[in-house]
Structure formats: C-alpha cells, structure tokens
Nanobody, 115 residues
Framework: QVQLVESGGGLVQPGGSLRLSCAASGSISGINSMGWYRQAPGKQREIIARITAGGATMYADSMKGRFTISRDNAKNTVYLQMNSLKPEDTAVYYC?????????WGQGTQVTVSS
C-alpha cells in the first residue's frame, strides 16, 4: 500500500509564499515522475508541474515563474515552492507520483490566498 502525505498548506496573504511537501511511503517499486496538480472551486483539476527521477522539470505555462518543483529521491518527497501568491491560486493542491505500475495521489491540501 502506498501513502502520500501532504503538508504545508494554509492561509496566506496575497504576495506571500508557501512551500508544500509530499512524502511517499509504503510498497513503492520505483518512482518515476512526481508532480503537483490543483483544483479550484468550480474548476477542473489542472497540472502545475512535474519532475522526473533525474530532476528534469516541466511546468504548465501559466505556472512558470512563481512555482518551483523539486524532489528528494532519498526521502521519496516532492516539494512545491510557491511565491507571489494571488487570490486565484486558492485551491486544493494534490501531489501525484508515477511508478511503472500505477499512479498514486495525495489527499490534497488546501491553500487559501486572502487578506
């Protein structure tokens, strides 16, 4: 069984920063890519960024510049640094990992950007 535990969400003022973490544990037979998605109220889930085992990154065009994804392979952990946050960044943020056999999702962590 694979578990993904997310942390770091919360309430932040516009212009502020947050760092999300997602630690994977359990019967994981090799993690390929790791990534982050988000889903705002009334909207579809959208990809933010993805990072390969070798560290290559991909960002959605709208996410470039303010969001940075990174990972620690030794800890099976992926991070998302979010800067200059805006109210429209308010959403539930989900981490995901892709293994040779399946993909696994975290439970989501709420990020609210408001003054």
């Amino acid at each position: 069984q694979v578990q993904l535990v997310e942390s770091g969400g919360g309430l932040v003022q516009p212009g502020g920063s947050l760092r999300l973490s997602c630690a994977a544990s359990g019967s994981i037979s090799g993690i390929n890519s790791m990534g982050w998605y988000r889903q705002a109220p009334g909207k579809q889930r959208e990809i933010i960024a993805r990072i390969t085992a070798g560290g290559a990154t991909m960002y959605a065009d709208s996410m470039k510049g303010r969001f940075t994804i990174s990972r620690d392979n030794a800890k099976n952990t992926v991070y998302l640094q979010m800067n200059s946050l805006k109210p429209e960044d308010t959403a539930v943020y989900y981490c995901v990992i892709w293994t040779p056999s399946s993909d696994y999702w975290g439970q989501g962590t709420q990020v609210t950007v408001s003054s």
